[in-house]
């Protein structure tokens, strides 16, 4: 018997099944029985949907496996009782078998025991007796423990007490991107980077007795071509010679996509938080760019602001920004951040207040192309610019670039048009690391991006009409004419000072009355029936009514009245007015 493979099997504590093409059972291991769901003993020749009903309604899942169209297929945290009434939990995990000497294609199916961990001793003890029939075929077969091993979906890697690989599985390599012969005897160092130290601490808790087991933890590692990636790796201490030295064992699942998601999900929540929370984008940079680039593994980010002259009915970034305006065709460095081990101050004061044209610098080449810009290697890069120099003296290495435009679909390029969509400013962002293009980050870019450039034209718009209403409100306030808005039951929505100096009321007057108690009282039923008439969609050009003010005096007041709809509903009556009381008093006198 294999000594490795037999350690292996047990640290796993595996039992099996080896199922021939019609799904029965040829061969079991001696322990199966107590994750089976039947009354007695499996049988060969059994169907296994009878002691394992939750493989019945996959066969098509076992059927890919077994033509070699899928690798594995498996389920997690099965349960039984067993005769105790305590629960059993266990993991199931289908992979091919091709028999040596018939060529025959077979499954096997291996049951986890997850209830509990045990000692290793216990383990061997227990993988001895439940898997004697596994082992007495494969004692001589290591190139089918090899099989075993490289039909797993997880890295596997072996090492020594000192850190050293002494084995490696076929998915370790394809991970890693590095051949056997690059592994092997190397230190583990190679690709988890600083994790050395975090694995001697780990084998030293064992060593000193604590509780053993698999400890996962999620480490960032790099593969050969200096990619990040994200494993999440269990760890267990082996004695696998006489002398007592053990070795660690650690078993890695790449969850680099599920962990980029969450950070990208997390940096476009953190910009749709942050925007809301700010008035203005030069309000809200210092905290969006920290927040980018720590969910999106960046060491340093800008800000830039395209600042140009404007036109006639053009508001401008600035503006929104408030700030006062550079010069015309510039783009403004607003805001610069960097963590501690990426450069230091110099950089961020060689930046912070940049100018640049069009094409200089890494911001100016995004803004002369209008579009997003990767640099893997930024030493290599001829970029002409202000501060480039500097970033590369600090260490920074990879760089990448992208527009805030005002219009995100043709950012995108899922508009077709002649006419360069609006260019509002410039992301950029720096790394330590040499890294290559990532079309999923550009992607959650220009989300981020459309964001951005919907909240500064949603606050160049908010501005503008801001300037409209106040304006609108100057000329009512300052009218001659006596100006009044009342809603359907006659209470004031609105009236300018004329109205209010002419009648004498105060503000606090009119949130008290209606516009009918006002009105003098032969003119009240005259004056309610103009209502109605205005309500139902009659235009009544030239009103005349007789209004009583504070002090009692009776006046004349003519103009016109029209009714405001929203969405076809009268909600107010609005009025335009002149004061004819002079007149009417020297027409009664005449």
């Avoid at 890295?155 to 998915?171: D, P």
Wanted: glycine letters at 6%.
């Amino acid at each position: 018997m294999n000594p490795f493979f037999r350690k292996f099997l047990v640290v796993h504590g595996i039992e099996y099944l080896i199922l021939d093409c019609a799904l029965k059972i040829c061969k079991t291991s001696a322990g199966v029985d107590r994750f089976a769901d039947a009354p007695g003993p499996i049988q060969v020749n059994d169907e296994v949907g009878l002691a394992f009903p939750e493989l019945i309604g996959v066969e098509d899942l076992l059927q890919e496996v077994l033509e070699g169209r899928q690798i594995s297929f498996d389920l997690k945290s099965l349960s039984r009782f067993n005769e105790a009434g305590s629960p059993v939990y266990f993991d199931m995990y289908v992979v091919q078998k091709v028999e040596i000497e018939t060529q025959e294609q077979q499954l096997i199916v291996f049951l986890e025991d997850v209830t509990e961990r045990m000692s290793l001793e216990q383990r061997l003890v227990q993988a001895t007796n439940e898997t004697h029939l596994l082992i007495a075929a494969l004692s001589e077969s290591k190139r089918y423990i090899e099989q075993i091993l490289s039909s797993m979906a997880e890295a596997l890697i072996v090492t020594s007490e000192t850190g050293l690989i002494k084995k490696v599985n076929q998915s370790t390599l394809d991970l890693f991107e590095y051949t056997e012969a690059e592994l092997l005897g190397k230190g583990i160092s190679q690709i988890v980077g600083n994790y050395q130290d975090l694995v001697k601490d780990f084998f030293l808790s064992q060593m000193e007795g604590d509780e053993p087991g698999w400890s996962p933890v999620e480490i960032v590692c790099q593969t050969k071509t200096r990619k990040k990636i994200h494993v999440a790796f269990s760890c267990a201490v082996i004695d696998v010679s006489e002398a007592d030295i053990p070795d660690l064992v650690y078993i890695g699942r790449d969850i680099t996509e599920r962990k980029r998601k969450q950070q990208r999900n997390l940096a476009q929540s953190a910009t749709i938080r942050i925007l809301s929370e700010s008035a203005n984008l030069l309000e809200a940079a210092p905290k969006l760019l920290p927040a980018l680039c720590e969910s999106l593994e960046w060491d340093m980010g800008e800000v830039w602001r395209v600042d140009r002259r404007d036109g006639p009915g053009n508001y401008p970034v600035s503006t929104v920004l408030r700030e006062p305006e550079c010069h015309p065709d510039s783009l403004t460095c607003l805001e610069v951040w960097h963590k501690a081990t990426s450069g230091g101050e110099e950089s961020l004061q060689v930046a912070r207040g940049t100018q640049l044209v069009k094409g200089e610098g890494l911001a100016g080449r995004v803004w002369a192309t209008h579009s997003a810009i990767w640099i893997a290697d930024l030493p290599g890069e001829t970029i002409a610019g202000p501060g480039t120099e500097v970033l590369v003296q600090a260490g920074l290495h990879a760089g990448f670039g992208f527009p805030i435009c005002g219009d995100a679909s043709e950012m995108q390029g899922r508009v077709e048009t002649d006419q360069t969509p609006e260019l509002l400013g410039v992301i950029v962002f720096y790394s330590r690391d040499i890294q290559m293009i990532d079309e999923d980050l550009m992607a959650t870019c220009s989300a981020i991006a459309s964001q951005i450039g919907q909240f500064i034209k949603r606050k160049q718009a908010e501005l503008a009409l801001q300037e409209i209403q106040e304006r609108y409100r100057d000329l009512f306030e300052n009218a001659s004419d006596l100006i009044q808005s009342v809603s359907i039951e006659g209470r004031f929505l609105y009236v300018n000072r004329a109205w209010r100096e002419t009648l004498g009321y105060s503000q606090s007057d009119l949130d008290c009355l209606t516009v009918f108690d006002m009105l003098h009282p032969q003119c009240k039923p005259r004056y309610q029936d103009l209502f109605q008439r205005i309500f139902s969609g009659e235009m009544i050009n030239q009103v005349t009514a007789e209004f009583m003010t504070k002090s009692g005096q009776t006046i004349f007041l003519q103009g016109s009245m029209n009714c405001k709809r929203v969405e076809g509903k009268p909600v107010a009556v609005q009025g335009i007015f002149r004061n004819i009381t002079d007149r009417i008093q020297e027409n009664l006198l005449c």
